[in-house]
């Protein structure tokens, strides 16, 4: 079986509910893999150096081939990679051809799928937030933070412990790599020490006209400030760099992560954390560059040249970061795919080499019995013993969802809302006002397993490097699936006290 057979139904449904969930739709490669509206551009490329060859020479060369309408964009000494624009379907040929280029592949430009839909808590913007807890049972196990009780993320990954051994990520810094982000949130403002966009025309701050900011909400729900106000993140002391490598709808360019990680890594991030994917075919197909009725910017993207070589410039990314001692984290995707059986794609960049690929679990039932388990592999979730690293909280539901209305510590909605991720994120442009939003989906369960990284980085701030985390989180994890490593939660659902008691 290649997917879950109720997810063909999950999507409209849940569009209906109008909560934000990650879901995606069927993917099927037909055309461009880009279905965004943003502006058009020239098709770009990357050029992939030979090991150790002089990047100034080959940029030289490419300039004299005389293609139309060239742009090197930036050549990145480190990893030996070109970034180039020309409209001209000539140059891949001629540019294979100069000395020391070992490949030269189409910069594809994807639909990365952040989610659209949202559920805003509008009785808790932030200027009508509680100043005190509301639900004094759950409270009494989470800290001071008003809202906190609505986070049972953080008692999945047993965060509160953590924090009373000493450990909530000071030192520690968290590049997270996403869509535009609320800047001026003022439950993550405090700890951004550095934002950038790699977004031609856009800044990093979100200007999407969803008004839900899935950056923020991975951002707080790492890094969101322990000050006894609205919520609080799993490693609240911890610094973030906030990186923008894709539009506020959600698509970019495979160089933008790659730039992303660049940045992170040259700017000693400790851990960054992508929670975004995409599924890159592993065949041959044609690109039509946004543009099904103009035939002429078609681009066969080659299985055994284009797809490969992608690959393997993002790898070199990657494993870049993992060499200067970054732990990379990817959400794996939410499709409900078995990667242990899937042929025809899979999702990048979780399976990228040196990334910690995180999938999702969650409660069913929660907004009922707050006791209940927390640790049910989400129905969305991607998965595969060869594909899934480790489990961390990002939200589940049912179909049909439950849609008994319950009173949670005097919130009141559908039982299926309290299963999914509550934190920062929402903005209403006209009243200026920030709301919490419930989120739910594999790009909620990579932020937690990143700020559990984060911890330990904090912790142990010359010692700690990738080998030493995924060793640690391994050591520690809670075996919640099949014995030993499964297809649901890999070597198991990360733990944050046991994590730093090591």
Excluded at 23 to 50: C, E, W
Excluded at 104 to 132: C, G, I, Q
Excluded at 324 to 349: H, L, S
Aim: charged share 20%; with cysteine.
């Amino acid at each position: 079986m290649r997917k879950n057979p109720l997810l063909p139904l999950a999507l409209p449904l849940l569009m209906l509910l109008v909560v934000s969930s990650c879901k995606k739709d069927l993917h099927v490669i037909n055309g461009s893999l880009n279905t965004s509206q943003g502006p058009r551009q020239d098709r770009g490329f990357i050029v992939i150096a030979r090991e150790g060859a002089k990047l100034e020479s080959i940029s030289a060369s490419l300039f004299k081939l005389g293609v139309k309408d060239f742009r090197l964009k930036e050549a990145i000494k480190e990893i030996g990679l070109i970034h180039v624009q020309t409209p001209d379907p000539s140059f891949p040929e001629k540019a294979r051809k100069i000395a020391d280029v070992q490949s030269v592949v189409v910069d594809l430009v994807m639909n990365w799928r952040l989610p659209t839909e949202h559920y805003k808590s509008r009785e808790f913007n932030k200027a009508a937030a509680p100043a005190t807890a509301p639900y004094a049972k759950s409270q009494a196990s989470i800290g001071t933070n008003p809202l906190a009780f609505l986070q049972w993320g953080l008692s999945s990954v047993n965060a509160p412990d953590a924090w009373r051994k000493g450990y909530k990520g000071r030192g520690a810094k968290v590049a997270v790599l996403d869509g535009g982000f609320l800047l001026n949130d003022s439950e993550i403002a405090p700890n951004i020490i550095l934002s950038h966009s790699f977004i031609e025309g856009e800044d990093v701050q979100y200007q999407g006209a969803e008004g839900f900011s899935h950056g923020t909400h991975v951002a707080g729900t790492i890094a969101a400030l322990d000050d006894d106000f609205g919520v609080v993140g799993v490693a609240p002391e911890a610094k973030l760099i906030l990186v923008k490598v894709l539009t506020d709808a959600g698509s970019g360019p495979w160089s933008g992560i790659i730039d992303g990680i660049m940045y992170a890594v040259n700017h000693d991030a400790n851990v960054i954390n992508m929670s975004l994917g995409g599924e890159l075919p592993r065949r041959t197909f044609t690109d039509d560059n946004g543009t099904p009725d103009d035939p002429s910017d078609d681009y066969v993207v080659e299985y055994n040249r284009d797809i490969k070589d992608l690959v393997l410039a993002l790898n070199r990314a990657t494993v870049y970061a993992n060499l200067r001692g970054v732990t990379v984290v990817a959400a794996a995707g939410n499709d409900g795919y078995n990667y242990d059986e899937e042929k025809n794609f899979i999702t990048y960049p979780a399976a990228c080499l040196g990334v910690l690929s995180i999938a999702s679990n969650g409660p069913l039932g929660w907004g009922i019995n707050q006791d209940t388990t927390l640790y049910v592999p989400s129905i969305f979730t991607n998965y595969g013993k060869s594909f899934v690293h480790y489990g961390a909280p990002g939200g589940n539901y049912t179909l049909p969802p439950n849609f008994q209305v319950v009173n949670v510590g005097g919130i009141v909605r559908p039982e299926y809302v309290f299963n999914f991720v509550f934190s920062i994120g929402g903005y209403e442009a006209s009243t200026g006002s920030f709301y919490y939003v419930w989120s739910s989906g594999t790009s909620m369960a990579a932020p937690h397993a990143s700020a559990v990284a984060a911890l330990l980085y904090g912790k142990y701030p010359r010692l700690m490097s990738p080998i030493l985390v995924d060793l640690v989180l391994k050591k520690t994890a809670g075996d919640y699936g099949a014995p030993g490593k499964d297809a649901y939660f890999g070597r198991g659902q990360v733990n944050a006290a046991k994590a730093v008691s090591y």
